[in-house]
């Protein structure tokens, strides 16, 4: 794994136990590329190289980030977490990806319910689709396309984590939360990660 130069703007980051077996390939999934299970393979020993996670700048504001080599030609980055801080509510657009905490602990709150990916601006989300987890250190977890989530570090302690996606993230949908109520509120793409 090298680290690349980092952008100027972060692009963090869900479905399945990370114990499971993956057994079936995403939509336009090409037989070279890397699968889900391969991603949470390679977040799993990246956050195992006390190296490359010392490698990582830390901030006592804000999330700190180094681009890393991902297999297959997956998006990957090792990011730091402060306390306070975290993602908003996201997706990755096409990508499905994987996620494990290298030291410290997250919260993910997810959505289980599949959003239209396009066409609309507000949706009312049904009763029961919210999903929270707590990733503790050496825990982790694969995602599939279009996984809504926001990711946080609620505790006193600074915490470091690491993140694959494929294909790499073609655009990030950004949403404001108000109860049931989700806005879509931005896309960016990789050049405002750059």
Not at 62 to 75: D, F, Q, V
Not at 137 to 156: C, D, I, S, Y
């Amino acid at each position: 794994m090298i680290p690349a130069t980092p952008p100027q703007a972060a692009a963090p980051l869900s479905a399945p136990s990370p114990e499971a077996p993956v057994t079936s390939t995403p939509e336009g999934h090409s037989p070279e590329a890397p699968d889900p299970q391969q991603l949470l393979d390679f977040v799993r020993r990246a956050a195992t190289d006390a190296e490359l996670v010392a490698a990582l700048p830390l901030d006592p504001e804000e999330r700190t980030w180094l681009r890393l080599e991902g297999p297959g030609g997956s998006e990957a980055w090792l990011i730091g977490w402060p306390p306070g801080t975290g993602t908003g509510w996201h997706d990755h657009a096409e990508s499905f990806g994987a996620f494990i905490a290298a030291s410290g602990e997250l919260t993910e709150n997810s959505l289980a319910v599949r959003l239209p990916t396009d066409g609309w601006k507000t949706l009312e989300l049904a009763e029961g689709v919210d999903r929270h987890r707590t990733i503790a250190a050496g825990k982790g977890r694969f995602f599939g396309q279009q996984h809504v989530h926001e990711v946080l570090n609620e505790t006193a302690e600074h915490a470091v984590s690491v993140h694959a996606y494929y294909p790499p993230l073609p655009h990030l949908r950004r949403y404001s939360r108000s109860g049931p109520v989700l806005r879509l509120e931005q896309v960016e793409r990789p050049e405002d990660w750059q």
